[in-house]
């Protein structure tokens, strides 16, 4: 299993990118990566809600908390990925360290 501190430490490279994150309860918000930390907490300023008619009550919130327990999926930005280092660090992973 992926250790915290590989996403941790790969998620504060995108600070200022802009990310999609999903939570459980099937909301998805869209906007820029302002910080995250150890426990994933993300931070997200301009957001906006993906699915608008589902959640009108969520149309004036510019600027959100997410607490990491309740992230469901990251989508992250496709200059965003960093494939070699994905593979560098699921290989060390795979050995133990």
Request: hydrophobic share 40%; charged share 25%.
């Amino acid at each position: 299993m992926f250790n915290l501190q590989l996403f941790f430490s790969y998620f504060k490279e995108l600070v200022g990118r802009e990310v999609t994150v999903e939570l459980k309860n099937d909301l998805a918000i869209r906007g820029t990566l302002h910080s995250v930390d150890q426990y994933l907490n993300i931070k997200l300023e301009n957001t906006r809600v993906v699915d608008q008619d589902k959640y009108p009550h969520m149309l004036s919130v510019r600027n959100c908390f997410i607490r990491g327990s309740v992230v469901r999926y990251v989508q992250l930005p496709p200059e965003g990925v960093d494939v070699e280092l994905l593979h560098d660090a699921t290989r060390r992973e795979a050995r133990g360290g």
